[in-house]
């Protein structure tokens, strides 16, 4: 926390600013709405969404927030908006809390309260809770309300604000009041719908003056957000505003650790819990780590034997946690845990094997990015194990079984890592040699009536074999084959056999057979078809882009057909082979085709080096993908 020296009493009061809207006046207008005007198809509206933020001090500097939302309901699809999840920290306060729904039954409007017993408060994190609840009598037409008061105990990192959401948002309104004694840096995300004003007041603290610097963001009539292909998971990049204080200056006041470093964040995690003594603690899994170690020789195959061990001995109960949620050695006993209980227990392995081994904390894919210049606790939601061998580094996960050694969780790959070594920390870069990858082979035979049938082999790596594995393990063969008959349209599926299913160190193969009608079309005495099968589309179909486009990892993908041709047609042309290259060679995809006496051969394969494109740059991804899309449909042409 900011840590103050103060000679002197301070008596500041917050600006008065209230919400626009009275709790529990719902106008007949807003209660008969269907639907809402500049969204017709929408299944709810935020009527209001109303927060002010202001900085006190009440034995200790605190932000006072004030939150009021008003929500409408027009479909069933538009439920899940009456169920409310409130986040804070172990040392904030939450009051005031009030909720309703609104319906009109008989031509009056009628109140239905959510009662204090209906409002569960739950341990989300070992530092962070959560209270939820649900609306009751919500239906079709439904008014719903909330409002609350909280105070936060951290004021390094005001509080964050979205303007826009899933649904349409007819009018919000944010204030933030800051006493010009802090500094904060401000993020701010916007578009033309939404208007930001700044003003300033005097105040004071005693008798020493100072400004109160207010902004007021407003918007009316937001539409809501339209995902994008492959946006990034988390809110950051979507209209908001995020705050960083950076710097306090007051007369009298000796102020330190605005920016607490990841030195003393290295510390204070370690102590948590007793952490730092459990990882460095040689008797407690001696005895195991010496029978799964015994007869392996090298310290990579001891490390891979720590890691298959744990990964078949505890099962992850998926929950992410950044520290351990119980002493390890009770996870193990018990064989579950969360990731930071599992990395843990990896981790004091391996060190009792004689590994170099350290928690690597990390904020995952939808959590956001890492604020790498201020270190707050609560930016950081998952660990994972940083494993080291004769100058080699291994960053390790052992909370998937069907996810080899030194292959991190997909929502992981979210930029750097912290190393909690009090010597040795440092950052870490989160993407090592993950991939996702997939290579197919068709063979084809047409007989003499058109009808088509086909040998399929498909090699999996990487991403993709986790992916097929896990789905053939919680819905069998059967449940397999039902995603590949969604992708072949009118081919039958038959013969289906799986390859390394278990082996996890090895591609992933599975072969089976197709069968179909044919799917030649004839015309004009000619006979045409398109010889590219089961090959992914095209996403990228909007002009313009409003996110960053986030693949996470590299991506190969390889796919070779063959045509054994009837002889009662020959060839009269087939495409051009090409090859395209995005500049830097950041993506290269190549189209080769080849006729040899009715025998065609065609061969398709892109590679994508690049994981992150801005707005900006979409304009090329988009050219480049539109012409592998124009090549996928271009057809053979025979008569």
Request: glycine fraction near 6%; charge should be negative; proline fraction near 5%.
């Amino acid at each position: 926390m900011i840590v103050v020296c103060l000679f002197f009493v301070l008596n500041y009061h917050a600006i008065g600013q209230s919400s626009p809207i009275t709790f529990g006046a719902i106008s007949r207008e807003d209660l008969e709405m269907q639907p809402y005007a500049h969204e017709k198809g929408a299944e709810a509206v935020v009527m209001n969404d109303f927060m002010s933020a202001n900085i006190i001090y009440n034995d200790g500097f605190k932000i006072e927030i004030q939150r009021h939302v008003r929500i409408k309901i027009f479909k069933p699809s538009g439920f899940d908006q009456a169920n409310i999840r409130i986040d804070y920290t172990r040392d904030d306060d939450l009051t005031d809390l009030k909720a309703a729904t609104y319906n009109l039954v008989n031509n009056e409007l009628v109140a239905t309260p959510v009662e204090r017993k209906q409002f569960y408060k739950e341990k989300t994190l070992p530092y962070r809770y959560a209270t939820r609840f649900a609306f009751p009598q919500v239906r079709e037409g439904s008014v719903i309300e909330f409002s609350y008061k909280e105070f936060q105990d951290e004021i390094r990192e005001f509080v964050p604000f979205d303007f826009q959401r899933s649904i349409p948002v007819r009018h919000v309104e944010f204030w933030s009041v800051i006493p010009d004694i802090f500094t904060y840096t401000i993020k701010y995300n916007g578009n033309d719908k939404i208007k930001r004003n700044q003003s300033q007041k005097n105040g004071y603290f005693e008798t020493q003056s100072t400004l109160l610097k207010i902004n007021v963001w407003t918007g009316n009539h937001l539409p809501s957000l339209q995902p994008e292909p492959e946006m990034p998971e988390s809110r950051e990049y979507f209209p908001g505003v995020r705050f960083s204080l950076t710097e306090v200056n007051f007369p009298g006041i000796r102020t330190f650790e605005v920016a607490p470093s990841y030195k003393k964040l290295t510390t204070d995690i370690l102590q948590f819990g007793g952490l730092g003594p459990q990882l460095d603690n040689r008797l407690l899994f001696s005895r195991e780590v010496k029978e799964i170690t015994q007869e392996k020789t090298g310290k990579i195959e001891q490390m891979k034997a720590v890691y298959d061990h744990v990964c078949n001995h505890v099962n992850w109960n998926g929950f992410e946690y950044p520290v351990p949620n119980e002493p390890i050695r009770i996870a193990y006993r018990d064989k579950t845990g969360n990731n930071a209980d599992i990395n843990s227990i990896l981790i004091n392995m391996l060190r009792t094997a004689g590994i170099n081994a350290d928690p690597v904390v990390l904020s995952t894919r939808s959590n956001g990015t890492l604020n790498q210049v201020v270190a707050l606790m609560g930016d950081l939601d998952y660990m994972i194990c940083l494993a080291e061998i004769d100058g080699r580094e291994f960053l390790l996960d052992a909370t998937n079984r069907f996810r080899p050694m030194g292959m991190l969780p997909f929502r992981c790959l979210n930029r750097q890592g912290w190393v909690l070594n009090e010597s040795r920390g440092r950052w870490v870069d989160l993407l090592n040699n993950e991939k996702k990858s997939v290579r197919k082979f068709y063979d084809f035979m047409f007989d003499a009536g058109g009808k088509i049938s086909a040998s399929v082999k498909a090699t999996y790596e990487g991403y993709d074999a986790d992916y097929m594995r896990e789905l053939i393990h919680n819905q069998t063969i059967a449940g397999l084959t039902e995603e590949f008959a969604d992708s072949i349209g009118s081919y039958k599926i038959s013969n289906l056999e799986v390859q390394n299913l278990e082996n996890i160190y090895e591609p992933l193969s599975i072969t089976y057979s197709l069968e179909s009608n044919s799917t030649l079309i004839s015309g004009d005495n000619l006979v045409f078809f398109k010889p590219l099968f089961g090959s992914p589309g095209n996403p990228w179909i909007k002009d313009e882009r409003i996110y960053p486009v986030d693949l996470g990892c590299p991506g190969y993908y390889n796919i070779t057909c063959v045509y054994h041709l009837p002889d009662n047609l020959k060839i009269e042309e087939i495409p051009q082979s090409i090859r395209l290259i995005l500049p830097g060679s950041d993506a290269i995809y190549t189209y080769r085709i080849s006729n040899n006496n009715n025998l065609l051969t065609l061969n398709e394969e892109l590679e994508m080096t690049r994981t992150w494109f801005e707005p900006g740059e979409y304009s090329v991804l988009r050219e480049f993908y539109t012409q592998i899309n124009k090549k996928k449909n271009e057809m053979v042409v025979m008569h």
